[in-house]
């Protein structure tokens, strides 16, 4: 089973700062690792697939890199509405398909 | 519009049974990749189970022997079957649509609460 890795646990930043968010794989997954945000009492919301492309109607300050075991999340001017929970998920080997514990964005 | 909506949660006692229910809209479960996902309370998300268009299904090793994924596609509706329930069953299960392009999930429910206890 491949474990994903995220850092930090909460990350505490101003509104209109850059937030950069972590994702580690326990081996390889390639490409294949996917982001999404939940916020309180609601399902998670894609964001990102094979790594770097935006979901349909996913705002361009969302953006993904990495590659291999280490993945980023880059939130380039954090809005209000962007202070959420953001997990990563693998499905370069399944099964199982596997999330991290998640990065928890709150307002500093 | 794609609509994804559970039913079937509630408080259940150790041992027993229950099934949920995700009825779609907007688009063909059977012509789908569709999977149940949960989130213990206040815990990350954890995949449960997938089901391909073609019927093959998977689980994960926590739910292997007592969860069962189908569908019934006269009713455009996915179930999980969930027999042997424990207290770490505990959770919010939502149903997913697998998105095309990859192996995220580009739709979900709302979710339904299933609390295992005595």
């Known amino acids: 089973e491949i474990v994903m890795t995220q850092s930090p646990a909460t990350l505490s930043v101003s509104p209109g700062e850059r937030a950069t968010l972590s994702c580690r794989a326990s081996?390889?997954?390639?490409?294949?690792l996917a982001w999404y945000q939940q916020k309180p009492g609601q399902a998670p919301r894609l964001l990102i697939y094979?790594?770097?492309t935006r979901a349909t109607g996913i705002p361009a300050r969302f953006s993904g890199s990495g590659s291999g075991t280490e993945f980023t999340l880059t939130i380039s001017s954090l809005q209000s509405e962007d202070f959420a929970v953001y997990y990563c998920q693998q499905y370069n080997n399944w099964p199982p398909l596997t999330f991290g514990g998640g990065t928890k964005v709150e307002i500093k | 519009e794609v609509q994804l909506v559970e039913s079937g949660g509630g408080l259940i006692q150790p041992g027993g049974s229950l099934r949920l229910s995700c009825a779609a809209s907007?688009?063909?479960?059977?012509?789908?990749?569709m999977s149940w996902v949960r989130q213990a309370p206040g815990k990350g998300l954890e995949w449960v189970s997938l089901i391909y268009s073609g019927g093959t299904t998977y689980y994960a090793d926590s739910v292997k022997g007592r969860f069962t994924i189908s569908r019934d596609n006269s009713k455009n509706t996915l179930y999980l079957q969930m027999n042997g329930l424990r207290a770490e069953d505990t959770a919010v299960y939502y149903c997913?649509?697998?998105?095309?392009?990859?192996?995220?999930?580009?739709?979900w429910g709302q979710g339904t609460l299933v609390t295992v206890s005595s």
């Open positions: 907007g688009f063909t479960v059977s012509s789908n990749y």
């Open positions: 094979g790594t770097s």
């Open positions: 997913a649509r697998r998105d095309t392009s990859s192996w995220s999930f580009d739709y």
């Open positions: 081996q390889s997954v390639s490409s294949n």
